[in-house]
C-alpha cells in the first residue's frame, strides 16, 4: 500500500487533470490483476464493488477503538490533529506510532490483501458482528509500515480518500493506462457496476464483452441550477424539452425478470421503505433501467417532501402509513431496456423508448413533459414555471433532447430552476449539546460546502440549530454519538456524512467560516437522506449566489 499511498498524494497536490491522469494510469499499469482491481475501487472511493449489496458498516467509533489499541494517544491529541486536518485518516496518521517489528509471519498490507481484509468485515453478521469489524480494523492498522499507509487505510475504510478525485478520472486513467478509449471505458463502468473489474477488462482487450448488470446502481446524471428571472442565454443552443422538477426521491429502478431493486442517490436500497412501487414495477413486462422521483401524491397533486421523511424512517411501513402518505415513481429516463443500455443515446430516444417499454399502472407514472419552443422569451419559461408551482412541484428541469446520459456530472445539458429563495446542501461537520429542553440532545450543527466540485476540502458556512423535529434530534444525536471523531469545549467534530438542506435570509462575506462566507438566519429546511456528501454544493454555487444578491440589489460586487 506503500505505492498506494504515494500516488494519492501526488494526485492531491496536483490540481491539473491531465497531470492526475498521467501519475494514475502509470500506477495502475504497475499491478497484477488482483491488486490493479481492489486499487481501481479504492482510487474511486469504493471499498466494494458497486454491485456488491454487502456495507462495511464500520463507523468512526469502531476504527478509533481499534487505532488506540494499535498506538497509544489519548482523546485531547486526537482532537488537535483532527483541528488541524479536518479528516479523520490524516489525524490518525499524524498519531501513527512506532510500527511493529516485522517477522517471518507479519501482515503485509497491499491492495489486494486490503480487499481481502475489507470483504471479511462486509461478511460478518449477527450479535458479534460488532467485535469482527474492530478486529479486522485492528489487523489492518497493525499492517501499517509507514504512517501515509495508515492514513490512506483509514481513508480507505471510511470510503472517502478526500484527494480530489472523481470516478471518472480514475477511469480515464484507465484508458490511458491500457490504451483504450476513455468512452468505452467509462460506459463498460456504467454496465458492469464495478470499476476493478473493469480494469481488468481493459488491461486484456475484453471491454466489449461486458454486459449490462442489472440490480448494480449506475451514477445519476446532475442538473446544474439557473438564476431564476435572468434572460435563460443557456436555453440559446440546441432544442430542449420541459419536465416539472418534483420535489421528492431522485431513484433508480432496475426490473429484471421478477427482481426489482429500488436505489436511492446514495446508492442504499430504497425498495423495502416503498413496497407499492415495488409491486408496480414488478406487474410490468420486460426489463429495464429508469430514472425517476418517488413523490408523496394525495387526489392526484404532490405533496412537499416533508411528507416523505416518515416514509424514509421505516421498513416495511404499515397499511395505515401506506394510506396516510401515498407515492409513486414517476419515471423520466430509460438508461436500459431489455439487453440495449441507451446512455449514449440522444435523451429523445431515451424518452421514444421509456413510453413505449413503460405502462402507466398504480404506485408507477411516465412524466409529461413538453417541447420549448426555439427562442422562446423568458415569459414563456416563466409560465411554465408558475404552472409546474400550481402542481405542487418545485420548478423546472430543462433537458437537451439531444443530451446522452452522463453520470455524476454537472453539465449544461439538463438545467434545474428553483424558486426564487435559495437553499444550499451542505454537510454536518460538528456537533453540539443544545439548551433548555434540548440539553440532553445534539440539536446545534456546523455545516460545511466542498471547495469546488474537483475538491473534496469542506468549508465551513454556519451553523443551524432550528428546523427538525425532536424525533429527528434525537435519532441524529444516536447516530452523532455513534460516529464521533474528535471532543471540543461543547460538542464534538463528527463524520460528514448528514446532508441538510439550509435555507437563509442573507449571505455575506466573513472571516468567521473557513468558506469566507457566513449564512444570515440559518435554518434547517430538510435532512437529505437521499443524498451523498460528495453530492453538496461547492464554494463556487455560495458566490453564485452572493453574486445573484447583489445583483439585485444593484450593489457592485
Known sequence: MIDFANVCDAVAATAAKSTKIERLAGYLNSLERDDLVAASRFLSGAPLARKDDRRLAIGGRTILNAARHVWAFDDAALGRAYRDSGDLGE????????????????????????????????SVAGRAAAKKREFVCERILRACRVNREAVYAVKILTGDLRIGLREGLVLDAIAAAFGREPQSVRRAAMAAGDVGAVAVAARDDRLSSIEIRYAAPIGFMLASPIAFGSSYRELAAGTWLVEDKYDGIRAQA??????????????????????????????????????????????????????????????????????????????????????????????????????????????????????????????????????????????????????????????????????????????????????????KVLSDYTFAVRRSAESDELLTIGKAYTGLTDVEIATLTRWFEAHKIAAGRHGFAVEPAIVVEIAFDVIQKSDLHLSGFALRFPRIVRLRPDKPAGEIDTLERVEEIYAEMLAREGVAR
Open 91 to 122: 489525524a490518525l496518521g499524524a498519531l501513527f506510532g512506532e510500527p511493529p517489528v516485522p517477522s517471518l509471519f507479519a501482515e503485509r498490507l497491499t491492495a489486494a490483501s486490503l480487499a481481502a481484509l475489507l470483504d471479511e468485515i462486509a
Open 254 to 439: 432496475h426490473k429484471c425478470g421478477d427482481r426489482v431493486r429500488l436505489f436511492s442517490r446514495t446508492f442504499s436500497d430504497a425498495g423495502r421503505a416503498f413496497p407499492e412501487i415495488v409491486s408496480a414495477l414488478a406487474a410490468q413486462r420486460g426489463d429495464f433501467i429508469l430514472d425517476g422521483e418517488i413523490v408523496a401524491r394525495r387526489e392526484g397533486r404532490a405533496l412537499p417532501f416533508r411528507y416523505l421523511q416518515p416514509r424514509l424512517q421505516r421498513v416495511d411501513p404499515s397499511e395505515e402509513l401506506r394510506s396516510e402518505v401515498p407515492v409513486a415513481f414517476v419515471a423520466f429516463d430509460a438508461l436500459a431496456v431489455g439487453s440495449s443500455f441507451l446512455i449514449d443515446r440522444p435523451l429523445g430516444e431515451r424518452r421514444a423508448q421509456l413510453a413505449a417499454a413503460l405502462e402507466p399502472l398504480g404506485a408507477l407514472e411516465l412524466a409529461p413533459w413538453q417541447a420549448l419552443e426555439p427562442d422562446a422569451p423568458p415569459e414563456r419559461v416563466h409560465e411554465l414555471f408558475e404552472a409546474a408551482r400550481l402542481r405542487g412541484n418545485e420548478g423546472l428541469v430543462l433537458k437537451r433532447t439531444d443530451a446522452p446520459y452522463v453520470p455524476g456530472r454537472r453539465g449544461k445539458w439538463w438545467l434545474k430552476l428553483k424558486r426564487e429563495l435559495s437553499t444550499l446542501d451542505c454537510v454536518v461537520v460538528a456537533v453540539e449539546w443544545g439548551h433548555g429542553k434540548r440539553a
